[in-house]
């Protein structure tokens, strides 16, 4: 089980919210803009696409035990 943090709780959020934002803001893309970078031959997006793929990925596989 995880439980790194409590369900609902705002530094859960707030955390949570930063990694999302720092992937975001590093990457420079949203989901739809990764595939239309690519399709302009921006071929660096590549490696974001496959790494948000995998995050989606391992999400799959953990969301039962986390704590929503």
Same mark, same amino acid.
């Given at each position: 089980e995880i439980s790194a943090c409590l369900v &609902?709780? #705002?530094?859960?959020?707030? #955390? &949570? &919210?930063?990694?999302?934002g720092l992937g975001w803001a590093l990457s420079g893309a949203c989901p739809g803009p990764m595939v239309v970078n690519i399709g302009y031959g921006y071929l660096p997006f590549i490696i974001v696409f496959l790494f948000a793929a995998l995050g989606t990925f391992l999400y799959g596989i953990i969301k039962d035990k986390l704590p929503h």
């Amino acid at each position: 089980e995880i439980s790194a943090c409590l369900v &609902g709780s #705002e530094m859960c959020i707030r #955390e &949570g &919210g930063t990694l999302f934002g720092l992937g975001w803001a590093l990457s420079g893309a949203c989901p739809g803009p990764m595939v239309v970078n690519i399709g302009y031959g921006y071929l660096p997006f590549i490696i974001v696409f496959l790494f948000a793929a995998l995050g989606t990925f391992l999400y799959g596989i953990i969301k039962d035990k986390l704590p929503h």
